[in-house]
């Protein structure tokens, strides 16, 4: 992925994924809300997906850091599109686009679990189709050493223990250079304080290391939980051929990527939330706010996001608290009944 700028001084690369990761991010917005009929929702969503984007330390660090993940965004926004429009074939490339992304972060392997629920058969077999063969590729121009060196630091990484890790309490008390690589967030307490895996979170809490088995098998059963309640929440939906089934489709593997990163026992930034993108334009897109549960939730999700923001900085892990607190309002909102659905269609 990288090997076309290896060669190049940093400077340049820095400004080359600096446009790309801008035209991803634009892109993305663009071909989920392309697909709105009701120009007024369309307008809001516009709004508070600019002021979640830009009102937020995520954006700035994913950008600071040159992060990859826009990319697996883009891709996703993409197979979405295509599966919103009237084409041949439509399953079958969405389905390519799928496995690509998933051979970029294994994690979003779990998105065959709604291909599954709504027996979208077809696509899951391009899905795996494309995910081999872009791994098969990945092998041969990589070598297989490069596979062997990376799933040994994931395996070095999990097996990390607390007894072996520096502990930094005063951490917000170190004096750090007011710009570090040209940016002026990166230094800020509540950033370094914003790892968020729930790994990370129990061994902060109770001075506990969780193993990475034991965190995969919870994370197992509360994906089977959440399939099942989703079943129960949507059974017309799955079932019927209707306009809004693709976006219950993406919410509900969005939300399951979303549980899986924070299981996986490996740390995890505040760069990561640009993944929260895709269910929140959806949701967006198709809430319905008569429901009181979901007033309550559509709350709680901008507490969530005024904690991310870094309003609240004095307070602990805000940004953790924050992000959490976002996930839950989303899967609330997700499965409370008759929270989403097809918005009418407007002219003006």
């Known amino acids: 992925m990288h090997s ?9 690369q820095k400004i080359i994924w600096f446009i790309f990761q801008w035209s991803a991010l634009t892109a993305s917005c663009f071909l989920v809300i392309k697909n709105y009929q009701n120009i007024f929702r369309t307008k809001i969503t516009w709004i508070i997906t600019l002021i979640f984007i830009f009102g937020n330390h995520f954006w700035r660090i994913h950008v600071s850091v040159g992060q990859i993940y826009v990319l697996y965004v883009f891709l996703l926004s993409l197979a979405y599109f295509v599966l919103q429009q009237n084409i041949k074939f439509k399953e079958i490339i969405a389905g390519l686009l799928i496995g690509i992304t998933t051979s970029f972060r294994f994690p979003i392997i779990v998105m065959i679990l709604p291909m599954i629920l709504f027996r979208k058969f077809k696509l899951l077999g391009a899905t795996l189709l494309s995910l081999f063969f872009s791994l098969l590729t990945g092998v041969i121009i990589a070598k297989p ?21 520096v502990k930094i309490s005063n951490i917000d008390k170190i004096i750090l250079p007011k710009i570090i690589e040209g940016d002026h967030n990166l230094g800020l307490p509540f950033i370094i304080n914003s790892e968020s895996s729930l790994q990370s979170l129990i061994r902060g809490l109770f001075n506990f290391q969780i193993s990475g088995s034991i965190l995969i098998v919870i994370c197992c059963i509360l994906f089977l939980a959440f399939i099942v309640a989703f079943n129960s929440t949507y059974k017309k939906e799955i079932k019927q051929n209707s306009d809004i089934q693709w976006d219950i489709f993406f919410i509900c593997g969005s939300i399951i990527i979303l549980i899986g990163d924070f299981f996986i026992p490996a740390p995890r930034y505040s760069y ?10 959806l949701i967006l897109k198709n809430i319905n706010l008569s429901n009181k549960t979901v007033i309550i939730s559509v709350f709680l999700l901008m507490i969530g996001a005024s904690f991310i923001s870094g309003m609240f900085y004095w307070i602990p892990k805000a940004v953790v608290i924050g992000e959490y607190t976002i996930l839950g309002a989303m899967i609330s909102i997700t499965l409370t009944l008759g929270a989403l659905t097809k918005t009418p269609e407007s002219s003006g």
Do not use: C
């Not at 076309?4 to 340049?12: G, R, S």
């Open 4 to 12: 076309p700028l290896a060669n190049l001084p940093y400077f340049p």
């Open 272 to 281: 990561n939330d640009i993944q929260f993108l895709i269910p929140l334009l």
């Open 145 to 165: 050493e490069a596979w062997f060196s990376y799933f040994s630091a994931m395996s070095t990484i999990g097996k990390f223990e607390t007894t072996r890790i």
